[in-house]
């Protein structure tokens, strides 16, 4: 009885992590077998939002290279829904369906990492910080594509702001 009691406490601590990262994956899974692009984009934030946990919960651990293997993943998962939606709709203007929460995901998670770069050291922020940069470039984008006829981006038009 007394050997039960110390693996059932390590259970008791262990589930919610397997149960996030098995959340996570079943996430990814749906992302990955979506063949829709607005839809694709959509799953972004649920994703978004799980893979961040896993994130916060390697960085907790100390694991830097995990943390930042899982933003790296959230990354091109980004620019893979971005670029399904680009060659799909021409418009998003008028049709922002998955732009809009594609957008919505970049901005809460700059938000989330910002805080999470805090307690690190700048030689240890660097590589987060030049995926924040990507991620933060991809976000303006995002906008100017949502909001096209923006005060003062007469003549910009949208070359090169692409994928």
Request: proline content about 6%.
């Amino acid at each position: 009885m007394k050997r039960i009691a110390p693996v059932f406490l390590m259970l008791i601590f262990l589930l919610p992590a397997f149960a996030q990262q098995s959340r996570t994956a079943a996430l990814r899974e749906k992302f990955t077998r979506e063949t829709n692009p607005v839809h694709k984009a959509k799953d972004m934030q649920a994703l978004g939002d799980a893979e961040f946990h896993d994130l916060q919960a390697e960085l907790s651990a100390g694991n830097l290279s995990g943390a930042l293997a899982i933003l790296q993943q959230y990354r091109d998962e980004v620019n893979t829904a971005w670029k399904g939606l680009d060659a799909n709709e021409h418009d998003p203007d008028k049709h922002s369906g998955g732009y809009k929460e594609l957008e919505i995901s970049v901005r809460e998670t700059l938000g989330r990492l910002d805080e999470a770069l805090v307690p690190m050291t700048a030689d240890q922020q660097k590589p987060f910080l030049g995926i924040r940069k990507e991620l933060d470039s991809t976000d303006h984008r995002l906008i100017h594509e949502l909001f096209p006829r923006q005060p003062g981006a007469q003549g910009a038009g949208t070359a090169g702001l692409k994928p």
